[in-house]
Nanobody
């Protein structure tokens, strides 16, 4: 059974950094897409980044390009989202999700399996 568990969220000042982790199990990454999404209060869930098992390509939303990096450690079955130069508008619940298709750019409605989320709060 597919499971994803996020960790690494917290409170950070603007300009700071966090690294989120998504531990996954129950599937082979080679045939999946894994994405990071976020949702701020009162806003739609937003695709942040994704990585595709078919070719290893990475994709980013314009809102975070140049600041966030997605990566994978296959030995640990973990996907990371390194977040630098954080801004207050980055605040929200961050989720990782997976789907057995090459879905890029990340589109929340197309991803099948979701983690529980981890809170990221960026203070001014």
């Amino acid at each position: 059974e597919v499971h994803l568990v996020e960790s690494g969220g917290g409170l950070v000042q603007a300009g700071g950094s966090l690294r989120l982790s998504c531990a996954y199990s129950g599937f082979t990454f080679d045939d999946y897409a894994i994405g990071w999404f976020r949702q701020a209060p009162g806003k739609e869930r937003e695709g942040v980044s994704c990585i595709l098992g078919t070719d290893g390509s990475t994709h980013y939303a314009d809102s975070i390009k140049g600041r966030f990096t997605i990566s994978i450690d296959n030995a640990k079955n973990t996907v990371y989202l390194q977040m630098n130069s954080l801004k207050p508008e980055d605040t929200g619940v961050y989720y990782c999700a997976a789907d057995p298709a090459s879905i890029a750019p990340p589109t929340a409605e197309k991803y099948s399996f979701w983690g529980q989320g981890t809170q990221v709060t960026v203070s001014s």
